[in-house]
Every structure is written in structure tokens, then in C-alpha cells.
């Protein structure tokens, strides 16, 4: 819990989104960064912009310091009530059709049953030919 123990809702907030009043929920915890828009190396348009959803992702895809985690206490307010936050949806591939064994030696049983006779066709026009020409 918060050093209150105060828990928001994503809605409470979201309500603190501009650069006036700038919140964000990194990692399950709410931070209050108002103070720090000047001072943020990417501008303060970056942590505007991730405002009003979890920006875990954003915080974790920039690649931050040690000494910028270190910097996250002072600013920390609460944590956020996860069952505000909406579940991310994560890829399914299609399925694939299974892979039929018996199937396939079916296929290759009436190859086999085409082939065959067809050789033994070629053999014997084959032979009838050599001997006749002989």
C-alpha cells in the first residue's frame, strides 16, 4: 500500500492529466510527477501523453536508470485498484489443423494403388517393344 494506504481507481487518475496536475500509474503504483514535467529528460509531453491508462509499458520500453527508478519514491502517491485497469488482450494464433497420420497413408496407399499398375503397364509395353524390335 501507499504511505497512506491509499488506493485509486484508473478514473481518480485519469482526473489528474494535465500539467497542472499530472498523475501516472507505473507498475501497480500511482505517482504524482506535476513537479518533475520540467525536469523529464524526454520533455513533459511524454508523461502527459501516458496519463489516464497503465504506463508500465511506456516506463519499461524507454529502458530508465537505476537512479531514475531511485527517483519514482519521492514522487509515489498511492497504488492503483487493478481491477480498474483493463485487461490486455494478447495474441491467439489461429489453430492450426492437427496433423492427420492416418490420413496421409491413406493418400499415399491410392498413389501406390495408381503407380503400381501404371509401372507394371510401362514394364510390359516396354518389353513388348524391346522384343519386337530384336
Known amino acids: 500500500m501507499g504511505a497512506d494506504g491509499k488506493v485509486y481507481t484508473l478514473a481518480e487518475v485519469s482526473e489528474h492529466s494535465d500539467s497542472k496536475d499530472c498523475w501516472l500509474v507505473i507498475?501497480?503504483?500511482v505517482y504524482d510527477v506535476t513537479k518533475f514535467l520540467d525536469d523529464h529528460p524526454g520533455g513533459d509531453e511524454v508523461l502527459l501523453s501516458a496519463?489516464?491508462?497503465?504506463?508500465?509499458?511506456?516506463?519499461?520500453?524507454?529502458?530508465?536508470?537505476?537512479?531514475a527508478r531511485a527517483m519514482m519514491d519521492e514522487f509515489f502517491v498511492g497504488e492503483i485498484d487493478t481491477a480498474t485497469i483493463p485487461s490486455k488482450t494478447t495474441y491467439t494464433?489461429?489453430?492450426?489443423?492437427?496433423?492427420?497420420?492416418?490420413?496421409?497413408?491413406?493418400?499415399?496407399?491410392?498413389?501406390?494403388?495408381?503407380l503400381v499398375p501404371l509401372a507394371i503397364l510401362g514394364v510390359a509395353v516396354g518389353i513388348?517393344?524391346?522384343t519386337k524390335s530384336a
Open 27 to 29: 507498475s501497480g503504483k
Open 51 to 67: 496519463t489516464g491508462k497503465d504506463a508500465t509499458d511506456d516506463f519499461e520500453d524507454v529502458g530508465h536508470s537505476s537512479s
Open 93 to 114: 494464433p489461429p489453430k492450426q489443423p492437427h496433423y492427420n497420420q492416418d490420413k496421409t497413408s491413406e493418400f499415399i496407399i491410392k498413389l501406390l494403388q495408381f
Open 128 to 130: 513388348r517393344f524391346y
